[in-house]
């Protein structure tokens, strides 16, 4: 009997607990219920990143699109955000935003306004599709500048080539004197020919305009031939005075005066004292003075003397016959 009463009073002293127990949840959730708590309107540690610059942001969104909603963030047409839009965000989150800049490049003649969201000037031009950038265009700014906000890219296109071209080598002029040949005699008695040079270049071109030629290599492929000029020598003179000469100042021109040659003949002047001597055309009469037998223009006169003697003394006139 006494075992039986133990019993069952075990068994209500566990009834009871299970009672409290039930109790206390249903009174818990009758609690929560009652103040409506949503778990998503939970604040939420955002970090974001916009043009390089990043911001720890707390937020109740649940998408990208409803964060940058919240934190009044304007996306342009260029503008893009990763994750997507439609992406939930959590706590943690990263939202990154790349800003795409307008920027404008030249070509030749033509100009381009894009949108590019390249660091790089080279990332944005070979972006563009539009303009093929060789290895050795050159572009203003340099390839690896930043690109910035209304940036004026040129490109110019750079073209390098070998090229081979046939130079001609001018043939020299030789003079030389016969003295069978009279002294009016003047001919040409080899004929020059000239040479040829292969010549191999290192050119540039700037958008189709030659800006530098650099020769690389250079052979002859053909020598020049000299031209040989013979001048007569040989004077056939007639009858000789000797005496003074003198010259006419500079105004009076080419003017070469004698008593006993007749005008448009030839005379050989030479001066004794220094052996040089001179061929001219008389032109005029005189000169008036016994002991001078020629005048001569002054460009003759200083060719046997010295202008400042005024006078040489010592002088030979022939008449030339040939």
């Known amino acids: 009997m006494k075992t039986y009463f133990k019993k069952n009073k075990n068994t209500q002293k566990l009834l009871f607990i299970l009672a409290v127990f039930f ?181 540039v071109y700037n958008d189709g305009k030659e800006i530098s030629r650099k020769v690389l290599e250079s052979n002859v492929i053909k020598e020049p031939i000299n031209e040989i000029v013979t001048q007569g020598t040989y004077v056939k003179v007639g009858k ?10 500079s105004g009076w021109g080419a003017l070469n005066a004698s008593r006993s040659i007749p005008r448009g003949g030839y005379a050989k002047v030479t001066n004794i004292d220094n052996g040089k001597s001179v061929i001219v055309k008389i032109n005029d009469y005189g000169p008036q003075s016994p002991q001078r037998i020629i005048d001569l223009d002054y460009v003759s006169f200083s060719k046997i003397a010295d202008l400042g003697q005024g006078i040489a003394h010592n002088v030979k006139v022939e008449q030339v016959l040939n």
Not at 153 to 180: G, Y
Request: hydrophobic share 40%; charged share 35%.
């Open 23 to 203: 109790f206390c949840i249903n009174f818990s959730f009758a609690n929560a219920k009652e103040n409506d708590f949503d778990f998503e309107k939970v604040s939420k540690r955002v970090v974001l990143q916009d043009e390089g610059m990043k911001f720890e942001v707390s937020s109740v969104a649940q998408t990208v699109q409803e964060f940058l909603e919240e934190q009044k963030i304007t996306l342009k047409a260029n503008d893009i955000v990763f994750p997507v839009k439609n992406e939930k965000i959590f706590s943690g989150t990263q939202i990154i935003i790349v800003r795409a800049k307008k920027i404008i490049i030249k070509e030749g003649g033509k100009t381009d306004e894009i949108y590019t969201l390249q660091r790089t000037v080279e990332q944005a031009i070979w972006e563009d599709k539009k303009i093929e950038l060789g290895q050795d265009d050159i572009t203003v700014p340099a390839r690896n500048s930043l690109v910035k906000e209304g940036m004026k890219i040129t490109v110019t296109h750079v073209l390098i080539r070998e090229e081979m071209k046939n130079i001609d080598i001018d043939f020299k002029t030789v003079s030389n004197e016969d003295d069978k040949l009279g002294w009016r005699i003047k001919k040409v008695t080899q004929k020059g020919e000239v040479g040829i040079k292969e010549v191999k270049y290192k050119v």
């Open 240 to 249: 000789a005075s000797r005496g003074d000469a003198s010259y006419y100042a």
